[in-house]
């Protein structure tokens, strides 16, 4: 510090007025601070700590300093009030563990709603509401929420991964097909990076979304191309069944494509500068990356 020895009149280290120009301010020295920096207002001090403590008055504060913990005394409270203090703390603690129940609770009633909600879609309303009827409670209870969960939990197997590794990996011994896939068994120029050529990572609000949305697009596939199927839970499961593979066609030869666009790419040379007839220098635009 600045002040080494202690100075023959007290300086508040808070707004810098001295003993002199205010003789009827309680002063105080919380802390092992010598020097300029011992001395202080109380009301100054009060302030400071107001600030720092941001409505936590039970809040420790050490001296910005020497590290000191100031001591801070209270006032006796009546019986009432340390009641009341005592509730005040005790909601304080509680809240945060209410609030997650609410939560969870809020969560585990809306998967109750769509399980069942679901069980109807599949097999039909009247039938749903039949089944869920004569069921167990606590079954339903138990076994309703799980359907999102289980959805949830299909919609995060990436089988179609799978199948793209194994297509790469054999990809020469599949010359056959050739003609029908662009592609397929030729000779690739480099090996792409894993993860550089394909943008579908595992996104949370996309494998939700697709998770909870499945039984209804299952139930529109099935009532399209399997109209002769008379029961409704045989119709949506043939749906699911189909749109999952239509799917999962349709994405592996999109990640194969990216696959090969990726093991294909060529980086052009910079473009010299032309010279012109008079020796002046124009920039020279290729094009050749447009192709």
Known sequence: ??????????????????????????????????????????????????????????GAV??????????????????????????????????????????VGTVYWSAVTYGAVTV?????????????????????????????VMLVLGKMIRWEDYIVRMWQRHSSKLQIFSGLVPGMGRPLPRVPAEG???????????????ALIFPSIANLVGRLLFRRVTSNLQRTILGGIAFVVIKGVLKVYFKQQQYLTQANRHILNYPEPERRADGTVESGNDDSGNE
């Open 1 to 58: 510090m600045a002040c080494v020895d202690e100075p023959p009149e007290k300086h508040c280290w808070v707004c810098f007025a001295t003993e002199k120009e205010d003789r009827a301010a309680e002063w105080v020295s919380p802390c092992r601070c010598k020097g300029c920096t011992k001395w202080i207002h109380q009301t100054c001090l009060q302030r400071w700590l107001d600030e720092k403590q941001k409505g936590n008055s039970g």
């Open 62 to 103: 050490s001296c910005p300093q020497c590290g000191t913990e100031y001591r801070i005394v209270f006032p006796k409270m009546g019986p009432v009030v340390y009641f009341l203090q005592q509730v005040d703390r005790a909601l304080s603690r509680v809240s945060p563990f209410a609030a997650a129940g609410v939560v």
């Open 120 to 148: 109807m879609q599949v097999v039909g309303h009247k039938k749903g509401l039949d089944v869920m009827e004569r069921a167990d409670p606590l079954f339903l209870l138990m076994g309703l929420p799980t359907i999102p």
């Open 196 to 210: 550089s050529y394909g943008g579908d990572h595992l996104s949370v609000s996309r494998t939700l979304c697709g």
